[in-house]
């Protein structure tokens, strides 16, 4: 377990402070993943809100306060030198309040992947998934109408499965039988609304491209995969997210320097207001990072 601590009075320079990355849950290791390929000489410090997971049905007001509370603490608490939301469902609720409460912070926040995926589609038929709070709101509409004439869109909010996706990763109970308990769950949602979406495939009118419009969603890639089939492009954002989190650190001097001594496990402290055990099951499923980094904070 971590101990030391950076307050804002540290001396560290600004380009050795860490980079806060944050998430209702272990969704944004997703990004956090790309980020670290992208920024391999950067600390992390990578807060998964699971004690309040799922934000997406939970109605803007409740999402945005915790995106503030989770804001501050990492500014307060880390002196972070940029923030990353990687969180549709944040930064469609926050992002501009955030952005207004730290004018000066570097700021990067995710939203589904509408022009990349007009760039891939070959049929012109485009599926979106996503929370219901990400997909209802007005950045999410206000994006949706700029490609509106570009493809016939198809957009399916996913009650409860960024929420069945934190509950796979549980062990499963020791009396449980067989290793897909905790998959069952996942895979009844995810044909659930696949199949609520129409034909999937490479034909005229079907949904050749589908965006993942919630950052916990590329941890059933398998199973979109073999419900929509093999061809489908499932389009995510951790890359370019990636990108514009260097662009802004780049502009504000802040990027640390290439020959900086670095070990990714020591330059990443993972912490969650919710189970230890479950952000660490997680980091080693879907990262492979064994860390020893991982805390249990009260935000
Ligand atoms: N991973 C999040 C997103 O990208 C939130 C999912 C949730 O908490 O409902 O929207």
């Known amino acids: 377990m971590a101990s030391d601590q950076t307050g804002p009075g540290s001396p560290q320079a600004g380009h050795q402070k860490p980079i806060g990355v944050f998430d209702s849950g272990v969704g944004g290791l997703s990004v956090l993943k790309a980020l670290q390929a992208e920024l ?72 589904p992947a509408l022009k990349p995926a007009v760039a891939a589609t070959r049929t012109g038929r485009i599926g979106v998934i996503g929370t219901r709070g990400t997909l209802g709101s007005t950045k999410f509409n206000k994006l949706l109408d700029s490609v509106r004439s570009q493809a016939s869109w198809v957009v399916q909010p996913c009650d409860g499965l960024a929420h069945a996706i934190e509950r796979s990763v ?8 067989g290793p897909d308990v905790g998959a069952t769950e996942t895979g009844a949602l995810c044909t659930k609304y696949l199949q609520a979406m129409g034909k999937f495939g490479k034909s005229p009118g079907q949904i050749d491209t589908l965006v993942l419009g919630c950052t916990h969603y590329i941890f059933v890639a398998h199973e979109l995969r073999a419900l929509a089939g093999p061809h489908v492009q499932l389009i995510e954002t951790g890359q370019p997210v990636a990108r514009q989190t260097r662009r802004l650190l780049e502009s504000a001097g802040l990027l640390s320097p290439e020959n900086q001594q670095t070990t990714q496990s020591a330059e990443l402290r993972l912490l969650t207001t919710g189970a230890v055990e479950m952000l660490e099951a997680a980091a080693l499923r879907w990262m492979g990072i064994s860390s020893d980094q991982c805390q249990h904070v009260a935000v």
Do not use: M, Q, W
Not at 79 to 86: F, R, S, T
């Open 40 to 111: 391999p000489h950067e600390r992390f410090v990578y807060l998964a809100d699971s004690a309040n997971a799922p934000y997406g049905e939970r109605g803007d007001s409740y999402v945005a306060a915790r995106t503030h509370a989770i804001s501050d603490y990492l500014l307060r608490t880390h002196g972070i030198k940029a923030l990353v939301v990687a969180c549709n469902t944040a930064t469609a609720a926050a992002i501009h309040e955030v952005r207004s409460a730290h004018p000066t912070l570097p700021l990067v926040g995710v939203e």
């Open 170 to 177: 549980a062990p499963p109970p020791s009396d449980a039988e």
